[in-house]
């Protein structure tokens, strides 16, 4: 049963910090969107905000238990029970990590098929975390189950954009693209190091154009509040 | 076919309507442009008026209407909402 990636020593820290702005972008994209769906009470707002909070969450877990190993792992020396312990918050930090993300992907999924029907919502949650709790090789699992969800919600935002054309549309559909290709590239993860510096880059860089996004957004508004006062 | 507006969506277009006349506007005018009944036209001006939205004036030519800063807030605030739910699709 693999419960490790193979990372670069040399990119741990960098990947740390990663994570970090992963959790940072998803939080703020999640609370942004529920203080909309307060004003207004859209059913679609709410669902994408739960999304990003349990990415958040998801990102800050596997935040906080990589500086941990991390801060083990630095002592100078260290006995086996302590590696023992460093492999038990691995694997428990992983099926928490998992569940969080697993979490967040298929409730984003679920906002992209348009309907209000919990029992499908149910049904693509239990298909998923079956999927991967069953398998030998849960990473393997749980980074194809990720890519083909992100596939799906990939179609929804490339729709969008073939219908609005709009940069903002855009961006969005792009930052999907590189975190489906990062899921994707994820699974080789499991055999070369470099696979993981390059699914980061590409969450990275997703996440960044979110994060754009998101500025672009609240910057029109201003700018459209100013043009109306000056009226 | 043009889609089924929701309240906060009618609002919305009366506050828009009223700024772009440059905060000066007959009922007519909002009638004409909010695609509403006349009895709709009404309730939605009456409750616009007790929120605070809008401002009734009577002129020597009738009834006109204006935006407040909470109406030109609303319209801020409205706009973001459509606009990020044109950017993630969720209209």
Redesign the interface.
Known sequence: MTHVFLVPNWFFYYGIACELIFALVTLIGGIFSFKLYKLCNYYSIKVFSISFLFFSLSYIVQTLINLEILSNISEASFSLTQWNNITSLSIISFYIYISLFILGLVTLTYMTLKERNIKHYALLLVLAFAGVLLSLNKIFAFRLISAILFFFILLHFFKNYAVRKSVNSLLVMVAFFLLMMASSVYIFALQYSTAYVIGHILEFSAYLLIAINFIMLVKNAKKARQTSCNI | MQKKRDR?HVIYDILRTI?EK??NIRPTHILYKSNLSHKMMAEYLAELIQKGFIVESETKNGKTYSLTDKG??Y???????I?????????
Request: hydrophobic fraction near 40%; glycine fraction near 10%.
């Open positions: 906060l700024q440059n905060g030109y807030d319209l801020a605030k409205f706009r973001l909402i606009e990020f739910q044109k950017s993630f699709g969720l209209d």
